[in-house]
């Protein structure tokens, strides 16, 4: 049995004691400006129902957060989902402060009050998930805002690296910014973000997400990187040893709406 189930869980609220003041005070105007993303993990309790969350996505949170300035939400749904089915919602902030501000806007917004109405009236009978959870990341500082990849891709890949204790997992996010990402650009590997989880039931963990045509691209990607010799020299290094004692990987799709 895993030792902690991905994405499951987490209070929203303990953000706010996760992280320090000085974090959430960074903002764009800093030399070491980073991203932070909001990552909710929902849990459909039947696929038909996607249907619900879709239409208040689509026509009320995402233009409510392009209006409050967030750009580049991204929207996915679980391939080849299992019960239960799955939808990622992805929100990048220019700062931590930006977090708490636009969910202050937003509650204050009667546009998106108003766009929000019938979602707010579905009744016990329709509800659409069991839960949703929510991750809170910063950046990396070696891939420190979101990348947007080129062309159409159709399979994302979510990925979890759990750590045994803070040391290992700090040591695993100095191994990504000093080689592992470089490596990945030489192989052709396409992230989209990078974060050290702030908040969620998977700490201490980091998370990313790739992009990719299909799966045999993803696969052949893989396997370049494994083989290569950047590689090889580098997971060997004593300083990097035991630093990852979990990964967990899911796949998703982009929806028709997403803005990623």
């Known amino acids: 049995m895993k030792r902690r189930n991905f994405l499951r869980s987490a209070i929203l609220g303990t953000a706010s004691t996760a992280v320090s003041a000085n974090v959430f005070g960074a903002g764009r105007a800093s030399s070491s400006h980073k991203q932070f993303y909001e990552l909710r993990d929902y849990e459909l309790v039947r696929l038909e129902r996607q249907e619900f969350l879709d239409q208040y996505f689509r026509y009320a949170l995402i233009p409510a957060l392009n209006r409050a300035g967030v750009e580049h939400v991204g929207v996915f749904r679980e391939l080849k989902a299992r019960y239960p089915a799955r939808m990622l919602l992805l929100i990048p902030y220019d700062s931590g402060k930006d977090f708490f501000k636009v969910k202050e806007e937003l509650a204050e917004n009667t546009i998106f009050q108003e766009a929000s109405k019938k979602y707010n009236a579905l009744s016990v009978d329709d509800y659409v998930y069991s839960r949703y959870t929510t991750y809170l990341l910063e950046a990396f500082s070696g891939f420190p805002e979101i990348k947007i990849p080129s062309g159409e891709p159709k399979v994302f890949e979510l990925r979890n690296y759990q750590s ?18 470089a490596l ?13 989880v702030l908040a969620g039931d998977t700490m201490p963990s980091l998370t990313y997400m790739l992009s990719f045509n299909n799966m045999e691209e993803r696969d052949a ?5 494994g083989e290569s010799e950047g590689w090889k020299q580098m997971k060997d290094k004593p300083e990097y040893a035991n630093t990852v004692s979990e990964i967990v990987n899911r796949f998703y799709e982009p929806l028709s709406y997403s803005q990623i």
């Open 164 to 181: 045994y204790s803070e040391d290992a997992g700090r040591r695993k996010i100095e191994m990504f910014n000093r080689e592992e990402l």
């Open 184 to 196: 990945f650009n030489e192989v052709g590997l396409s992230p989209l973000f990078f974060g050290k």
């Open 221 to 225: 990607l893989w396997k370049k990187f």
